[in-house]
């Protein structure tokens, strides 16, 4: 059960509060967001709002059959936008593209990306300044100087800065130099991350782990959300099935189902849904006919010589076409609704 | 290696030539389709195909690095189109809808199905009358005894039949009254079933085995041809994943990997796909966005009646307007192009 | 629900007695067995036994909770011995250990393998002469010539024989040369296969689908038992995961819950579970530890130079220690017990 | 390729050295443990370690085929022990037995725990202070007081404490007060926290990811160990497959493999690994005659009251028959080999 409680609500209002929903409840979370306040409670059988909806102090009540309860699409049917610099946003109402490379690797390479992304009118720039990798061995991403470089550059061509974030120490070392916060699928159940990031006011994208069901990644939202960070992105990202000759099984049907069960904008990644740079494109109409709010992928100037995921980057050519389709893609989406 | 051989070939020059392949190949397989005749080689190890192409009888030589052959595309880029009767057939060239129920249940669901797919111009109609059921309680299907039925009232309405073969004795006892035979995704890995259905000369469409790779199909695919049978169609139905919020996983892409490996039409299947009716529609137009040469879909007059897979099919409501859709989208890939 | 009828009861009674079901059951199906005759019932809502247990012709009545019913525990509680011919038994109260090569390959082969059983003082051998293979051109085994062979061998040397029955036209044609029947993982839903297998008065050992869960499993062996076959084993070979270091992951979980769940004899395949000769032993004993009735593996006389599994074949000496160190892992278990 | 170095190298040498390398390789890192002093070089093409073997400071060198290196046992065939305080010690020469509840709740519950370990002779308790869920809503432990109550206790009784440690910032928060760290299976690739357990001087025991595969497992103790820690345990706990009957599935298969390709300890967890209380039992003993090292399983004074996992731990009666018939099958595994 979810109360929207009033702007100005006093403490001993609250207090009040709470203890009159003591009856009717097992717990009660306070969560205060950028938007707005709220209690969310676990309820004890069932609860008769009309005891409760009158309750001074409370704006609105919703009964949430969902374990999840702030991301549940059943309180909250018209989604808010969220606000990025300049007056960019992210919105259900607007296709999204996020492109970039894997790893940041050098100025070249940032230089290049921004401009074809200045040319194509892409807003969101991915790329990777810590990468998490299977072996110590790997190459692990230039860290905070490669950040900063890559943050001047993009701030003073207008794009904006999407960049995975692997520990509760960074959430603050980039702030200052990003836009929004990528959990990675390898860190969708790092709760302690998840707690951290709902206490910064910079949206966050959570990526689906990478055996991690449906389910799991709505709660790990309701981590960052009943934190105080209502600006959330969900994004599927493929699984880990028995096919191997893709790199991961990209579960389209996660998409609708995310969109029914939430509120929050849902992303789709083709680059790691299929990891095959020939097959990046219809995954990724796919995606969008499936009801996707944007696109991530993946593009490199070189992807022979890329660092990381060059097998799975798209070449300029390949992108701006790409960009081109997904446009009509989503254009006929919206006629067709 | 796969020889096209002349048609007018004799005997002896056949085995000639079989006898002077000895030297490059383990083994030999001789396949007489509807279409042409072939022989099938594994090479041990580099074979000069100049000092093949020559021989008397051959008309053209393709290696073919991948294990299966006869499916693969290196050898045959321009896919044959798939004939049924009164002229209607199956291609890469235009969009190809099989919708129906579950299960045949009576006449007068028959009567109301087929006066839909009538009115909304789809020519294949799919539909068990044996039906694979995990239990032995549950219903099985009506048999022969209703594919009778059903033929009857489809051929007067100049509509095609696809419908699942379970064994072999059914392949022969099915044929009078069917277009299509279907091998099921629990049949997939039906060697002699596979066998059976090379020797007919009616079209075949194979699902994707519950939990079969990708591989695994088009080998499924190569039985049936190298049995004799060129009219092969391959169905993406979903993969057994951890996932549980949907029946299946739909794995998207399976579809463009399938039209990259080989030069058989591809089906997508959204219903087994997902599982749930109101997202069958986004799934099936992913599908088609990812490459699909054709939908098969079920629907019901009455799906909260239905005697199975009730939860996934779709109202006549439902049907005609996703059907609608469905053809923007393949318009809308064409043009993408 | 289960009534176990009475030997002698006459038609008249047995109507009788379905009609008086009528009211509580939503279906009834009669199955008469080598050794029992049954009613199972598919009851709507409760029902108070009372009202049944009197009735005429009912020997007893047992409520089973769970959708396979006459293959459940819940109902019997003492499992049957399977008897083979010469007084050889399959049974719960001693280990049963199944040995032989992937394939049945030729005369010294089966020699060979016949002489290392009888030394080792193992009854019963495995060996394919149908084998299931993903590509048409592999081997595919020697067919009924090369299981009479092994069956004339196997018969003078008192050994006895089981073997992978792939199609329902099988079942008949190998009656007289084997004395289980083997169900293999790619037919496990072959439900035709199943209620044929139903109809013959040998045993039957059904192995776990590729992909199956333990309830389709247990429901696999429903349909031979409600055909008419009490004489059933199950086996746990192995499913698919995304693991693939090892060819299968044995599912040492299904031995301790299909012993909960079901009164069957449960076999473990720790060849097919992992799939390499070094590590069958440790798998083997795990198995045994976990409740299995019994183990059934591959040997060769010589692995290297096997048709089919020779990576997952013991040699002999392997295949002695072996057996010696199961036997010691059943004494301790039966301790422990 | 791994270099040991003798210990009193200095560094004019070990430049040397490395620079003596650089023909031979592509990387190389130092590393420095509480054992001893490496390179570990990844080589380009073939190396002639004649070449390499009598450089100034090279005790000894091992070329690894392997992607891991360190912890690969193609180096190091003798394992040596992990020593615990007071003597104890983690080896495979012994039984290794952890036991204890899933989360600490109350002093009581601590009390009740260490009295039964130490009446069974059980020397290290297991126990969750901070908790990962996958709700916000549930008990997420009671963190670090409720780790200094457990110290107190466990170390007036002897007792040794391994616990989840699911952030950097708790690594050296908890160093005084446990014995051994355990990283979690939603832990298992979260490098930043395996590169913090590098720099420490305690032991670690890595769960295998939910979803992860076995060499995942070894490159995640690869990072520990190249960070300076070679004090390892592996754990096999269950992955994530489609059976949903029990909770994980246990890969007993992992257990031989890992102890062929590692020269680390492993444990089983049985408890996690099948998730139902009765049947921990068959599965820990399978998990013993595989080749673990060691068991560790979920306890609890009053399951049934437990606050997390209560549906997996035993009963003291159960534990205390469990401990005493693992011995036996220990014992018995030492006399089959």
Redesign the interface.
Known sequence: MILQLEKNINNIQKEDLISSLGKFTK?V?EVQTQKGFYL?A?EKGDVDIREIGHLSGVKDVHVVSD??QLVSKKWKVNPAEIKLRDGDIISQNHFNIMAGPCSIENEEQVDAVIAHLVENNVKIMRGGVYK??????SF?GLGMEGLKMWHDKAKAAGIKIITEV????QVEEMYDFIDIYQVGA??T???????ELGKVDKPVMIKRG??G????LL?SA??VF??GNEDLILCERG????????RN?????????LK?RSHLPVVVDPSH??G?R??VE??A???????ADGVIFELHPNPEKAMSDGQQSLYFEESAAMIN?MK??YE??G??N
């Open positions: 717990s979370s969310v676990l374990n999840y998490p990798r299977s072996s110590p061995y692990r692997m520990q509760v120490s390898r860190n159940q790092n709760f302690n991350l998840l707690d990478v055996s069901t449906i389910e799991e709660y309701e981590y009943s934190g699984i880990r099935t028995f096919e191997n000759m893709t099984t990209l579960d389209i049907n996660a998409i609708p189902v029914d849904g299929i095959i020939k097959h219809p995954i109409l796919a995606g969008i006919m499936a009801g389709k009509k893609a006929l989406r006629e067709l």
